[in-house]
């Protein structure tokens, strides 16, 4: 009857999609990828003489505006068939200050997840707040979660971790071992991003082995392989007008691991950065003038162009490779979208790795 | 190449010289552009909406998950739930009293894992910062009246408590206009320190509706999933609305189209003489159709940029009353912002460009074909019109007997229009005829048979006005008879003083006994209501205490002898007439319900019921509740000596805290009743109107067009001796006989579509079918506006025509061969 007013909520028309990482402002002002270039007042600063050891490095940095844990892995099936995974925890906070109970807390928190074969690439990610349990990260024993997606320790000196992640699309159980030493980027951790002096506090788990299980819809399959777990925190890890990387991490086959990043700027040079690991673990900070990477191949993908092909060279550590995507459509369908996939390598050397490249 | 733009020029000149022609084709065609594409972009708005709020309705409709036991939720199961997988995402939503008295619902939300689902695209504003909404002082939403009713509260804070925050601070208001009056949005956080409720929730919602996982074991005795009626596709409910603009636009397009055929015809036909022309300087029959396409291209995407501003300022003056209406009728949100999509200008343009090119055909073919497009001796109609005319009446009524789709009925009014318009200029020429064979001078002779030649020329404006005066025949008619039935059933439906809804059980409860204490009250007639699904169809149950307030008032379409007292006694029902037609159910039938304890209902009787989408079962409110355990009651229509309704309200209010929409009075519910028919059908009638002026100015282009060709017709007339004050008086009544004639004829043209509409269209449309009613001043109305038209129409040619020269009149005769 006409005399019904239809009284309802509306409340949902309020909601917009906005990016966590970016703090959802529309701000004029450049802030490089993501508001990793925003300015980051009342936060502590990272500092070169901050000393930085493992495993006290996997815990939370609450009083830094941003942090991640990161994990990618190049695996096979028991066919020889390669894939990848990658999985991730990002932890932003929208205020400085000390850390508010419950709902009032000031930390965000975002998964991200991706698996990749050669023609199937799925991605997915969730949001949660910090100060109620959603997500969060524990130091002993480590444990960093977020809803049911959990990376964490079974052995108190975190040599040994369990990885698992499901969705209605795919999951993994992915045991990893720790088969090196935890290794120090940059200068003693110390990584810098900019010729502004931008950096953050970076330290890497390259030597993992990987084995466990992974399911694609209701397939499942057994994996092993190799995997890399990266730990970085930073309050302004890029600067204002660098709105991208190129992000490499390779396992040589000789069992030495090289990481090369190339911070992209608006104006003027490119920035980039990188190290190389011999296969003991000894990492060796490589200067930006030592390090050659040139893109060889474009791919388009969501309507943008992509290098998926590099040339990368270390001229002084012997290296000259050509990288290429085990899937150029690795375009990972997130709330801040960008190209994350493993590759495969040629050339003096051979072996795995992922690319990560952003801001494109 | 240089010839060639010789050619356009040389055409394009035609319009500078005869510029009220260039006018009569800018104006039927912006008009015809203006109301297709404004009520395209009406019609797409609302769709746009629709789709966005059945995303976002998706998840208001989705399931979710109360406590079994207490109305909180320990924070703790949320967390539980996530860790376990549960796309869910937390709520607290509770009322507050405000200082004041008002009660208002609170609102914390958790737009973290509310919005869920990244692939979409931000639907609300810009406006709407994450950090702030999250961050002290942190921010209150609320619809521009609630923020009015608060502001004194945030000027004037308490001390401590709402609206202070933990720290002590005011949250910022955020007014938005798309939310409800009385209900502020905030974080969970403050949410939770206003009610001070520590980490406790009220409602888990469900962001997948998919979702099918059991609880985990540990909260299978604590929570409870709920899913919700899934009545919300409004797209559906609505189209038939939508179809009834559609072709009320569709009809606006032709007549303007008709506009810009007059125009064009005549252009080209005066371009006779220059075609010879440029035929003889070598121009080509290829080329010079090439050009005239270009011209018409040229013109026609021009007049349609603008014409597609017109269309989109109609749209934003119609659209208050369309949303509106769609809110009132099927609930639906429209914001009162037009938002439109890029291909809506295309489609537009296409829409334009389209048909000028079409309308153009026939005189370009004409044109060509050397044949003079206007006839100069021979009146007769072809013949050809009148058989397709009746053949177009038979497929008419094929389809009025076997049709039973809404589009099929709509289809029988394109049928109806088009063989009445192939038809008229034949009935025309009958009805002229006949005038002629019983004219007694050889000047009223003259009269008839030259009324008969102006038919053909006049036909489309003849056409286009028979179109308008029917439409607004029949469609004023449809409008005027539903006001008239509508408000007669509301007289009657609502015979009770007061009508009041309690916030819950407890409170009905103490209101109940509250107003057996009052001895104004004569009666209290509770009422409950649950809603079921029927073959996938919403179907709401209400449940009344059997009374002689119902009996007695209650319209009903069919009844058994003794209805009121089967529902009373032996469980009958009584439905809908929207029901009744979409089951097919009829008195005596027994009806299976789903989810009844009772096998079957017996149905007693029909009541119609405009306005609701929905189908309605009425029965007793003891069978409802034994049936349906989980009925909501706390309604009540209340009987009460008519002098002691105010203060009956007042100490309501007063007691009970009761807002403006959970307690009104007879008066308030029929009022809003009535003012939203007036708004539901605002925009049908301004659109009529619409209509209406642009088959006037459609009939004075026609005639701007004619009066042109007449000389070589009325010169030997003034040869003959007719002064050219008579001649013009001729003329004028010439033109009103026509007019009229057609407006004679648009009214049982008017009156077949207004039965159509009220039989068909609105029974296959909504479900309930109206009284056909007549209003004989609307018709009279209709002529003298016929007339007026054709007066005004004819001012001009006229006046040009009582000033001709003689040695203009003698032209006619050099140009006669």
């Known amino acids: 009857m006409i005399i019904n007013p239809h009284i309802r909520n509306q409340w949902l028309l309020i909601l917009p999609i906005s990016l966590l990482l970016s703090g959802c402002e529309a701000d004029p002002a450049p802030q490089g990828f993501a508001g990793l270039g925003s300015a980051a007042e009342g936060f502590q600063t990272v500092s070169p003489e901050t000393l930085i050891d493992y495993p006290d490095a996997l815990g939370a940095h609450p009083d830094y505006r941003i942090e991640w844990w990161y994990i990618t892995a190049n695996l096979e099936d028991p066919q020889g068939t390669p894939l990848g995974i990658q999985w991730t925890l990002f932890r932003q906070a929208l205020t400085p200050g000390p850390q508010r109970d419950g709902w009032a807390n000031q930390q965000l928190w975002l998964g991200h997840a991706a698996i990749t074969r050669e023609h199937q690439h799925l991605s997915t990610e969730t949001y949660a707040r910090g100060g109620v349990g959603q997500a969060g990260v524990t130091q002993e024993p480590f444990e960093a979660w977020i809803d049911h997606w959990r990376l964490y320790a079974t052995r108190e000196d975190a040599t040994e971790f369990i990885l698992e992640l499901q969705t209605p699309e795919f999951g993994y159980q992915l045991q990893l071992q720790k088969t090196g030493p935890a290794v120090l980027q940059g200068d003693q951790g110390f990584s810098i991003k900019s010729a502004q002096g931008q950096a953050s506090h970076y330290i890497s788990l390259p030597f993992m082995h990987a084995s466990g299980e992974v399911r694609i819809g209701d397939k499942q399959l057994e994996v092993q392989g190799q995997a890399w777990l990266d730990r970085e925190w930073s309050s302004q890890p890029l600067s204002p007008d660098q709105q991208g990387w190129d992000w490499f991490s390779l396992h040589l086959d000789q069992g030495d691991k090289l990481m090369l990043f190339r911070l992209r700027h608006d104006r003027g040079e490119d920035y980039y950065s990188g190290t190389y690991i011999d296969a003991e673990g000894h990492p060796h900070p490589l200067q930006p003038q030592q390090i050659h990477m040139q893109p060889t191949g474009q791919h388009s993908v969501a309507g943008r162009q992509l290098p998926v092909e590099w040339q990368l060279s270390v001229a002084d550590w012997g290296i000259h490779i050509q990288t290429q995507a085990l899937n150029p459509d690795a375009w990972m369908q997130t709330g801040i979208a960008y190209w994350e996939g493993p590759i495969r390598f040629s050339g003096s050397h051979s072996g795995v790795g992922y690319l990560e490249m952003t801001g494109y | ?817």
């Not at chain 2, 371009?271 to 070598?282: E, P, Q, S, T, V």
């Not at chain 2, 000028?356 to 074909?369: C, G, N, Q, R, S």
């Not at chain 2, 007769?380 to 397709?388: A, D, Q, S, Y």
Request: net charge negative; glycine share 6%.
């Open chain 2, 1 to 817: 190449m240089i010839t060639n733009l010789w050619v356009l020029h040389a055409l394009l000149s035609h319009w500078r010289r005869h510029p009220l022609q260039l006018m009569t084709l800018v104006l039927g065609l912006l008009s015809a552009t203006a109301l297709w594409s404004g009520v395209q972009a009406l019609n797409q708005q609302a769709r746009h909406s629709y789709d966005q709020a059945s995303s976002q309705l998706e998840r208001l409709n989705q399931p979710y998950l109360v406590h079994q036991q207490q109305f909180w939720i320990p924070q703790v199961q949320y967390i539980e739930l996530r860790r376990a997988g549960w796309p869910v995402t937390p709520m607290l939503q509770e009322q507050i009293t405000l200082p004041a008295g008002q009660v208002i619902t609170l609102i914390g939300l958790d737009p973290v894992t509310l919005q869920q689902s990244t692939q979409q695209q931000n639907t609300f504003t810009s406006t709407f910062s994450l950090s702030q909404f999250l961050s002290p002082p942190w921010e209150v939403w609320l619809s521009p009246a609630s923020a009015e009713q608060l502001q004194p509260l945030w000027d004037n804070p308490p001390i401590q408590g709402f609206p202070r925050n933990p720290e002590g601070e005011l949250p910022q208001l955020r007014i938005n206009n798309t939310l409800a009056d009385n209900e502020l949005i905030t974080d969970l956080s403050l949410a939770q320190h206003w009610l001070q409720q520590p980490e406790q929730l009220s409602h888990l919602l469900l962001l997948d509706s998919h979702f099918n996982t059991p609880l985990p074991e540990s909260l299978q005795a604590e929570l409870r999933r709920i899913d919700p009626e899934s009545d919300q596709d409004i797209a559906r409910l609505t189209d038939s609305f939508h179809l009834n603009l559609s072709a009320l636009s569709l009809l606006a397009f032709l007549v303007g189209l008709m506009m810009v055929y007059s125009a064009v015809h005549l252009a080209l036909t005066q371009r006779l003489a220059l075609k010879r022309i440029l035929y003889a300087c070598g121009v080509s029959q290829v080329q010079l159709l090439g050009w005239l396409m270009t011209e018409l291209l040229l013109l026609s995407s021009l007049i349609a940029i603008p014409g597609l501003i017109a269309g989109y300022w109609i749209a934003a003056l119609l659209l208050p009353d369309v949303s509106a209406s769609l809110a009132g009728l099927y609930g639906a949100d429209i914001p009162p912002q037009l938002q439109l999509p890029g291909g809506w200008w295309h489609s537009g343009l296409l829409m334009a460009v389209g048909g000028t090119l079409f309308t153009a055909l026939v005189p370009l073919i004409k044109l060509l074909k050397q044949q003079p497009a206007v006839q100069h001796s021979n009146p007769g109609i072809p013949v050809i019109l009148n058989i397709t005319g009746m053949l177009c009446a038979l497929a008419a009524i094929c389809l009025a007997l076997l049709g039973d789709s809404l589009l099929s009925g709509f289809m029988l009014l394109a049928l109806i229009f088009i063989s009445a318009g192939l038809l008229l200029p034949g009935l025309l020429n009958r009805l002229l005829q006949w005038g002629q064979h019983y004219s007694g001078s050889v000047t009223q002779l003259w009269f008839w048979a030259d009324a008969r030649l102006q038919i053909a020329p006049l036909s489309v404006a003849l056409v286009a006005l028979l179109f308008a005066l029917s439409t607004s025949i029949g469609v004023g008619g449809m409008v005027e008879g539903f006001r008239l039935t509508f408000t007669g059933w509301l007289e009657q439906r609502l015979a009770a003083e007061v009508y009041l809804r309690a916030e819950d059980d407890e409170q009905a409860e103490q209101i109940h006994h509250w107003l057996t204490q009052r001895p104004e009250v004569t009666a209290i007639l509770p009422s409950g209501r649950t809603d079921i699904q029927l073959n996938n169809q919403p179907i709401e149950l209400r449940g009344i205490q059997p009374h002689a307030t119902y009996s007695d008032h209650w319209p009903l379409l069919a009844a058994t002898p003794n209805t009121w007292a089967q529902l009373d006694e032996q469980a009958a029902v009584l439905i809908n007439e929207q029901l009744a037609r979409q089951q097919g159910w009829q008195i005596g039938d027994w009806l299976h319900l789903p989810g009844s304890m009772q096998s079957s209902f017996y149905l007693a009787g029909i009541y119609s019921d405009y306005g609701n989408p929905k189908g309605q079962i009425l029965m007793s409110l003891d069978t409802l509740e034994q049936n349906w355990p989980d009925t909501q009651r706390g309604s009540f229509a209340l009987r009460v000596i008519p002098k002691a309704v105010d203060p009956l309200l007042h100490d309501l209010r007063l007691s009970f805290n009761l807002s403006g929409t959970r307690l009104l009075d007879q008066q308030a519910v029929k009022d809003y009743s009535l003012r939203l028919f007036e708004r539901t059908f605002a925009a049908t009638q301004a659109l009529n109107l619409l209509v209406l002026s642009v088959a006037a100015v459609a009939l004075f282009s026609s005639l701007l067009t004619l009066s042109s060709m007449r000389l070589t017709q009325v010169a030997p007339v003034w040869a003959c001796g007719v002064s050219r004050r008579h001649l013009v008086g001729y003329e004028l009544l010439r033109l009103l006989l026509l007019a009229l004639l057609t407006a004679l004829l648009a009214i049982p043209l008017g009156l077949l579509i207004s039965y159509c509409l009220v039989t068909l269209i609105n029974v296959r449309a909504f479900g309930w079918a109206l009284p056909w009613q007549y209003f004989p001043l609307h018709w009279i109305l209709m002529i003298l506006a016929a007339l007026g038209s054709a007066l005004a129409a004819a001012a001009l040619p006229l006046i040009q025509l009582a000033r001709y020269s003689p040695t203009r009149l003698l032209q006619g005769f050099r140009d006669d061969h």
